[in-house]
């Protein structure tokens, strides 16, 4: 005689799907990123649901929007467990938009880091690391005669970097530790001066040697001249990154380049659900990065190698196959 299933057998773990953390860089690029910020995690969570509704494919949540009493584990776990989509964490030093230069509440970057390391342990996919934590280089404030000085100057060391050996450590311990306990790292800096191609590549160099998991680079576009420039170290990293890669660009003239670069190789575009007053209005709407995802033909396919010397100087392909010595047997 069968016997008849238990209750727990029917709506209990043996038939539950199992769950599986989605790698950040498994989402398949270029991907709408939606900019999460809010007070607390009931409205976080609501705004990561309308925005998976209106396209979005992986979240940012900003730490530094968060109420202090929410800036815990226990409280934010929720978020990842009621979402089907990756999140990744920031936790800035600045204020709450990424032009703010004023201090977060966060004293330190060990405790900045000590929570993000604490919520890939409760599922977050991983979260975003500058690459001068442990020794800060702060940036230049964008709205001073030197903050503009040093953004217009091409040569401006980029900020957000340190070379010192003893913070580069402690970076690749803490991404070590991140990937042990099933986490990924996206590496940054707001590099925030026209940044030229080799210094874009050298830091690409460095996240890759440090550990990291992808790359974000945003420099400063202050003409109409910069966006080539961004879109070419785009295809400068395209050819020549080893792991996945964010270039952007601050500034009116680094709107044009948010989108355009994603068509070119950057892997996301940085966007936002509705604009309220105040908001960071240079990360696009998420309906329009979706409508020009959907709408231009940006795929490259090998019908390019077609118009290469190489291509034309090449002799005619020997596609010749003994069809029926094969079936025959007769072919080894």
Do not use: N
């Given at each position: 005689m069968k016997e008849t299933p238990t209750q727990d057998q029917i709506f209990g773990m043996e038939n539950a799907v199992d769950f599986k953390r989605t790698a950040f860089t498994d989402v398949p690029q270029p991907f709408i990123f939606a900019v999460i910020q809010k007070p607390t995690p009931e409205e976080a969570l609501l705004e990561m649901h309308q925005s998976e509704r209106a396209g979005a494919h992986a979240f940012e949540l900003n730490l530094a929007w968060m109420l202090d009493e929410y800036r815990t584990a226990k409280a934010l776990a929720p978020l990842f467990r009621r979402t089907t989509l990756p999140t990744v964490t920031t936790y800035r030093r600045?204020?709450?938009?990424?032009?703010?230069?004023?201090?977060?509440?966060?004293?330190?970057?060990?405790?900045?880091?000590?929570?993000?390391?604490?919520?890939?342990d409760?599922?977050?996919?991983?979260?975003?690391?500058?690459?001068?934590?442990?020794?800060?280089?702060?940036?230049?404030?964008?709205?001073?005669?030197?903050?503009?000085a040093y953004a217009m100057n091409p040569e401006s060391y980029p900020a957000e970097i340190t070379e010192d050996s003893e913070a580069v450590e402690k970076q690749m311990r803490l991404i070590e530790e991140t990937h042990a306990r099933g986490?990924?790292?996206?590496?940054?800096?707001?590099?925030?001066?026209?940044?030229?191609?080799?210094?874009?590549?050298?830091?690409?160099?460095l996240a890759e040697e440090r550990g990291a998991d992808a790359l974000k680079i945003v420099r400063f576009n202050a003409i109409m001249e910069d966006i080539v420039d961004t879109l070419a170290t785009t295809v400068a990293l395209r050819r020549q990154a080893e792991i996945p890669f964010v270039m952007m660009a601050m500034g009116e003239c680094g709107k044009l380049a948010r989108i355009t670069s994603a068509l070119m190789g950057s892997m996301l575009?940085?966007?936002?659900?509705?604009?309220?007053?105040?908001?960071?209005?240079?990360?696009?709407?998420?309906?329009?990065v979706k409508a020009a995802f959907e709408s231009i033909d940006y795929k490259i396919n090998q019908r390019a190698e077609e118009y290469w010397p190489e291509w034309l100087a090449q002799s005619e392909?020997?596609?010749?196959?003994?069809?029926?010595s094969l079936l025959n047997g007769q072919l080894t």
């Open positions: 600045y204020g709450r938009e990424a032009t703010d230069a004023v201090a977060t509440a966060a004293p330190d970057d060990v405790k900045r880091m000590e929570l993000q390391l604490q919520l890939v409760v599922g977050c996919s991983g979260y975003d690391l500058e690459l001068d934590t442990f020794d800060p280089q702060p940036r230049h404030d964008m709205s001073s005669p030197e903050g503009i986490g990924e790292v996206l590496a940054s800096t707001h590099a925030l001066t026209r940044l030229p191609i080799d210094k874009a590549l050298w830091i690409c160099k575009v940085h966007s936002k659900r509705d604009y309220w007053p105040g908001a960071f209005t240079d990360q696009p709407l998420i309906r329009d392909i020997d596609s010749s196959i003994d069809l029926k």
